[in-house]
């Protein structure tokens, strides 16, 4: 993932944490979650020269690859086990 990638996906992820904070996305329909972060695709296909469409591809593209490699982090220092062996006090 480029700086600038990050930096667009950075400021989606930023606007959703403000805007979706207090919902329960297993609750929430999709299409409500989308059209709270209208506005800052709406921004950032202005900003970027892209249509809202390709805002959101890209969108899901960039958090797709972000969770990949933070998954990969993870197995990498933990394991690769889907079950932790964590100590219990």
Do not use: W
């Not at 944490?17 to 950032?44: A, C, F, Y």
């Not at 993870?74 to 932790?84: A, C, H, P, Q, T």
Request: no cysteine.
């Amino acid at each position: 993932m480029t700086d600038e990638d990050k930096v667009f996906l950075g400021k989606i992820n930023e606007y959703a944490e403000k805007e979706l904070g207090d919902i329960d996305p297993q609750k929430t329909h999709v299409s409500e979650q989308l059209e709270k972060l209208r506005p800052i695709m709406q921004n950032l296909a202005m900003e970027y020269k892209m249509s809202v469409e390709d805002v959101f591809i890209k969108y899901m593209d960039l958090a797709s690859e972000a969770n990949a490699s933070a998954d990969a982090e993870f197995r990498s220092k933990y394991g690769e086990d889907d079950v932790l062996d964590l100590p219990i006090n």
